[in-house]
């Protein structure tokens, strides 16, 4: 991992939703529930590093609809998208099929991706994507990490390029500022799980 | 009294010119989820028109008694009616109540609502329906999101209700009905401010259900509201169903092959708020 690897966080959202909604509800259902949770880890998040990469783990929640899933999902990339800094990336875990529809949905809404953990230690691209964007993605997954001077082997044309600009910009890969290696996200988080 | 009688009897109450109103439930035969929180809804906005709560005479039928005991009926009755007490006694939840009826006023009730309807969902949907045992997710989103609607955007109370029933005559199959009824704003009320100058002319309860309903649009700004009716559509659409949307003069619904109802009927009376009901019926076997 490159010295300027983003600080690795996991945070639970079941835990969150316990934590942060007072109630016994175990469903991550409606608008100010789904606003609550984002509070909450956005408020985790204000504590990292300059750079972090955080593993939003959706493992042990019942229900979400899509009303939550636009709230903690969509608005939560769109937020830290939206900062000039970019200091934020996402990884979603535990993202089965029950909640796949709604996360899908919300991100598909607004152009959206994200870094999705859709069976254990299974990873996608969710949302809207170019063709050669989820290429030079898949890619990148198979191996993990790439250094600077190899990336070719992952864009290999002037179009896979670009989309692996794309992809950076988007916070979907993990380009070091200081070595120029391209990481999958899935790569810095698996640590945590 | 069901979803095809609804739309004349609330107009007929909302037309009413007198000073006193009595609703005379006594020859009622059939009421299903739709006929009895629409009987709420007119009763409601009777006693808003009125100043006072209406009276109501309850079914003589036993039959007809004995369900609107199972569903709750009474106790809402005795909020929006002048009645008698709930003659029918205590009785045990039926196997083929999905949902008793529940007024849903905040989102504490949604999540009460979805918790509890769960594990009913499962059964139901696998054994009535022949839907895959994971079908009682999207069922459970569904439900949230459709009385989320209510909450966000009626600013009104409302209630909900839903219950399985053999459909033999009409479709030979199961089907499971959902209603869904508020007496608050309506979609033209919620859409007004932002949105009825596009339309200028033309904009009436017709062209605001079409545009909420269709399109997806939203009072908010926010680029990721509005989907829940769309996603609402989507997933019934998938499991073939019927899903039906009133809001003032106008209803809008998505009509699945077994249906003959017109997507769209206009020039009804201006009825507040927003009455949604869906109908999903069995898997055919193959």
Request: overall charge negative; glycine content about 8%.
């Amino acid at each position: 991992m490159t010295a300027d690897a983003p600080d690795p966080i996991a945070i639970d959202v079941g835990e969150v939703l316990q934590r942060s909604v007072t109630s016994l509800h175990s469903s991550l259902i409606t608008r100010p529930t789904g606003r609550a949770v984002r509070m909450a880890i956005e408020t985790q998040l204000r504590g990292a590093g300059t750079l972090s990469v955080s593993l939003i783990d959706f493992s042990e929640v019942g229900i979400i609809d899509y009303s939550c899933a636009d709230e903690v999902v969509a608005k939560l990339l769109k937020q830290y998208l939206a900062d000039e800094r970019q200091d934020a990336l996402f990884v979603f875990r535990g993202v089965r099929e029950p909640h796949l529809l709604q996360v899908e949905g919300v991100l598909q809404r607004q152009k959206l991706a994200a870094v999705v953990e859709t069976a254990p230690s299974q990873f996608t691209l969710v949302g809207t994507f170019s063709d050669q964007e989820r290429q030079v993605w898949d890619r990148l997954e198979a191996k993990r990490a790439i250094n600077a001077d190899a990336v070719d082997q992952i864009a290999p044309d002037r179009s896979g390029v670009m989309a692996l600009e794309s992809l950076v910009e988007r916070g979907l890969v993990f380009r070091s500022s200081k070595s120029g290696s391209v990481h999958a996200l899935s790569q810095l988080v698996a640590h945590l799980m | 009294m069901d979803q095809s009688s609804i739309d004349e009897f609330l107009d007929e109450v909302v037309q009413f010119k007198g000073e006193r109103v009595l609703f005379d439930a006594r020859h009622l035969r059939w009421v299903d989820p739709n006929g009895m929180v629409g009987l709420l809804l007119a009763g409601s906005v009777a006693g808003e028109t009125l100043g006072m709560r209406p009276r109501i005479e309850l079914p003589d039928n036993a039959d007809v008694q004995g369900y609107l005991g199972r569903m709750g009926f009474y106790s809402h009755a005795q909020k929006v009616f002048e009645c008698e007490e709930d003659t029918s006694g205590a009785v045990s939840r039926a196997s083929d109540v999905l949902l008793e009826i529940t007024a849903i006023n905040t989102n504490h009730d949604v999540h009460e609502i979805v918790d509890q309807v769960q594990g009913r969902a499962s059964a139901m949907l696998t054994s009535k329906l022949g839907y895959p045992s994971s079908s009682v997710i999207p069922f459970s989103v569904m439900l949230s999101e459709v009385c989320q609607n209510i909450i966000e955007h009626a600013d009104g109370p409302g209630w909900v209700a839903a219950q399985a029933y053999n459909w033999a005559k009409r479709l030979g199959r199961f089907v499971i009905v959902i209603s869904v009824m508020d007496r608050g704003r309506g979609f033209k009320g919620s859409l007004s401010d932002e949105h009825s100058a596009r339309y200028g002319d033309r904009w009436s309860d017709s062209t605001a259900l079409e545009a909420a309903f269709l399109q997806g649009l939203t009072r908010f700004a926010d680029p990721g509201r509005g989907q829940g009716l769309q996603q609402i559509r989507k997933q019934v659409r998938k499991w073939s169903g019927l899903i039906s949307a009133r809001s003032g003069t106008a209803r809008i619904s998505q009509v699945p092959e077994w249906d003959d109802s017109p997507p769209m009927v206009d020039g009804m009376a201006p009825l507040p708020g927003t009455q949604i009901s869906i109908t999903l019926p069995a898997v055919v076997g193959p």
